[in-house]
């Protein structure tokens, strides 16, 4: 059975930090790409931070880079977002995703960033 499971969200103050994690089963994490994506109430979901299987590249969307930073341990088959500085802006519910030969998405984590 395959699961993404995010944890790690929460409130924080404004320039705050949190680290999300996404813990996978079920499928070779190695061959995955991972994701993270967010989606504010009344928005659309967005890409926020990508990393590939092999090289382990990243890219980050343009709100982001600076202050967010995606990782990957594949001997534990976990992805991680760390998140510095955070802003009202960030709060939403952030889900992890694999991409490969299938798409598996987690059930989302809430961050909210408020005084």
């Known amino acids: 059975q395959v699961q993404l499971v995010e944890s790690g969200g929460g409130l924080v103050q404004p320039g705050g930090s949190l680290r999300l994690s996404c813990a996978a089963s079920?499928?070779?994490?190695?061959?995955?790409?991972m994701r993270w994506y967010r989606q504010a109430p009344g928005k659309e979901r967005e890409l926020v931070a990508g990393i590939t299987s092999t090289s382990g590249s990243t890219n980050y969307a343009d709100s982001v880079k600076g202050r967010f930073t995606i990782s990957r341990d594949n001997a534990k088959s976990t992805v991680y977002l760390q998140m510095i500085s955070l802003k009202p802006e960030d709060t939403a519910v952030y889900y992890c995703k694999a991409v490969g030969s299938n798409l598996y998405w987690g059930q989302g984590t809430q961050v909210t960033v408020s005084s």
């Open positions: 079920g499928f070779t994490f190695s061959r995955y790409g």
